[in-house]
């Protein structure tokens, strides 16, 4: 049998709690910043993909602390965390330096077989200061058992402040410079620790902090973020740069060239995407009268037949069709874009370059996410335009970088038609193979109000050379056309149309390089798209394709989705990573199922790396008494916190990025208010007079009550307060979060403590499945949400927590029948 724990419970001070809520909140800005730093140098999909990979450390930690015995019950607690907290700031730096150097090439491991060495490499780089920071708290947790509940509140109250912090650090000291605050605050942890035990130690601490904190104002300079080869830019000589958490943002300038103007182009990560606009100097007015030929922008043919149009422009970007809407003679022109860097660049910072475009008496410039402005607006508008914004961003953390986009959901069409006049227009330029899915989304709009048949309602074209020479001729367009009606389309109006496109410079006179793909007055027959528009049944016609046709949601809002899940095969997955030409591997973005591929892949690679580290410990365990400790029951509890907690939070950041509008909102007040609750729900189970498996089972039933509550209560809260003012939005959005966070927070400690009180190597080896299983939840989430929807994942988290109900109460069965189990009941008294 297994005797009762041996481990010498450490006296918690004050500055235990300190250091735990500094390194807590360390790890937290650190992974969130490197989240957008890896966006730069690789592409976003790898960039959570490699952060996932590294928070494996962060169990895998645990799982150590389990099988070392040494160092878990070491007498002198204070100075293995103060080396353990000084080696994740050294680690830190030394890491990201490393990673610099490092040539990984994510898409060209396929061909490449060097890469099979540098990617391990790479990632045990990026794990390696999480390792150390979770055996610190693993450590932490196990000794100070008694005080496991304050200590846990403090650690997610760390966790809370590194999330909200991280709209602050970025903007200010950069991607790498925010690396180096993150260091730093773990070498303020570290003396913490050390203080009054050792003095080599404080000292250490307390210079390598000096160090950080000053390198942090240099990051920039002193490791440069080196950007993958596969992005084809590689070097950017910047007018000016500066950072957000949702993108670096730099500007370049390119001379004038005979009859051409300069031009600055804004560079979005390095390459990602890009939207520019040419030199309007001295005023946008003159440059319309002197160079009204050459303002060419495919948004024009949404005002044929409109006479001073409204206009609504999601994405304004670099102004393009800002200044095509003026040229249209647009009595109003209302500007939304969401990155709040690009709107200083073009309206204050480099307002002459840009003519006074943004300060003309029609235009009004809103920062704000497209769709939940239109939500709130109550004006009406002749056309809504939205002129290729296409981005595989995601916002400030790995589980928003896969490209959720509520601008393209059947709800958001719904409200774009309310928010249209009579005879307004719908339009969006998108990849060609994305525009069939923008037919399908049409088309169920319609169908669900009964408004008859769409098929006069729409017109699509693509731009056969957009890219020509630069592209291999199997590839669809990357520039094609959408346009909505909400009246249907009268023949003087398609002729108007045809005659934009041909004389508004997007063919350069040649009409032979606009396709029109399907147009009211003609006949495509076989083509996809009047097969969409005429199909009796849609599902047939999503049958016969891999691609995804079917209209994405507000709960399944992966309008970048590819391919059909049933439909990836090893071949597809093969062929993604085949990508050794830059080019090759930017268009991969475009057209392949990147999101899907990645997201199979880690989950395969975290449910390897976490069933090792997981049933090792236990075999090597089994033969120091674990066997009958109930340990099966242990992993089934603490997998299901991990699963369950990680399902809502993802659940819970999609709702509410519509509600609040700006996803830096949503971080600083959902993500963050989430943990800091969580974080005071733990330390108010330590108040509980009794720690025994009853009150873990009463936690868990008040989280599946309040998730359920939580689910039904929002959409109605949200449709009823969305039109109020940002500050009231965010005081309701705490107000949800709070009760959440609170029941969260306990089942956790509760069950650490009493697991710690069975063991103290169960408590390490808890902490670890706890970790995994973190992973794993967050890739799951992913993957059902863009499977079957948000609101499943929530089900399936209250499923998750009711699982660890179960397993909670076979271990109190089984303590029941152990003859010591009388400590496991008096864990709290003791």
Sequence with gaps: MLAPASTVSAQIQPRHFVGLCLLSMGTLLLELALTRVLSVSLWYHFGFLVISTALLGFGASGVTLALWSGLRERKDLDVALAVCALAFSVLVPVSFRLMQAIPFEPFSVAVDHRQFLWMPLYFLVVALPFFCSGLAISMLLTRGSKEINRLYGYDLLGAGVGCGAVALVIPRFGGSGSIFVAAFAGALSAMCFAWRSLRVLTSAAAAVSAVLLAGSFYGEKVVPIRVSANKGRRSINALYSAWNTLSLVQVVEFPAKGKDPAQRVMFIDSGTAATGMDDLR???????????????EESSIAYVGKAHPKILIIGSGGGGQVLEGLKAGASSITAVEINSIINDIVASRMNDFWGNLYHQPEVQLITDEGRSFVRRSREKYDAIISVHTISNAAVASGALSLAENYVLTREAFEDYLDHLTPDGTLFFTRPEFQIPRLFSTAREVFAKRGVG????????????????????????????????????????????????????????????????????????????????????????????TDSQLAAATDDQPFFNQHTRWSRIRWATIVDLFSQNRPLSARLALEDRPIAEVTLLVLLAQSIVVAGLCILLPLALLDRRGLE??????????????????????????????????QPIYTYAVVLAGLLIFTGVGSFAAGEWKTERPQAVRRALLGAVVVIVALAVVTPTVFRA?????????IAIALLLVAPLGFVLGMPFPLGLRLAIARSSALGSWAWGVNGFFTVIGTVLALILGMMIGFRMVLSLACASYLFGLMAISRVSKLARRDPAAAFFDQAAVD
């Design 282 to 296: 001295p005023d946008v007015r003159t440059f319309l009268a002197t160079h009204s030929g050459e303002v060419s």
């Design 721 to 729: 307060c969305l039109g109020l003012s940002l500050p009231l939005r």
């Design 453 to 544: 048949p769409v098929s006069n309602h729409l017109l699509a074209y693509t731009q056969v050379d957009a890219m020509a020479g630069m592209q291999s001729q199997s590839r669809l367009s990357f520039v094609a056309g959408f346009l909505l009606k909400k009246s249907e389309f009268l023949p003087e109006e398609l002729k108007g149309i045809r005659k934009t496109l041909d004389a508004e410079g997007l063919s350069e006179g040649d009409a032979s390089r606009i396709k029109v793909l399907y147009a009211p007055d003609e006949t495509h027959t076989g083509s996809i798209y009047q097969r969409i528009v005429d199909a009796p049944d849609l599902a047939s016609v999503f049958q016969t």
């Design 628 to 661: 009958r400790g109930g340990q099966w029951s242990w992993l089934a509890y603490f997998a299901s916190l991990g699963l369950g907690f990680m399902m809502v939070e993802i659940a819970l950041l999609q709702r509410f990025l519509l509600f609040l509008g």
